[in-house]
């Protein structure tokens, strides 16, 4: 994803976001934003590796179950 945004926003767009940014916001403002937004990122990154934990979580149980029943199964047999 980064490389198709580098490859349609060149130096130009980049410098005019940059002075729109800071005529908005102004310089005082830009350090804070960045700050939550940094925040923000990490929280994300934070909840996507916690469900990608979560799934896998998931997945070891079923093999667990799975091999709790062939067992159960097993001694039932002998």
Do not use: C
Not at 23 to 32: A, D, S, T, Y
């Amino acid at each position: 994803m980064n490389t198709i945004l580098l490859g349609i926003i060149g130096g130009q767009e980049v410098l005019l976001i940059l002075i729109v940014v800071l005529l908005l916001f102004g310089g005082k403002k830009i350090p804070e934003l960045m700050k939550g937004l940094g925040k923000g990122i990490n929280e994300f990154k934070k909840a996507a590796n916690e469900s990608e934990v979560g799934a896998e979580l998931k997945d070891i149980k079923k093999e667990i179950n799975s091999v709790s029943k062939d067992i159960q199964e097993t001694t039932r047999l002998q």
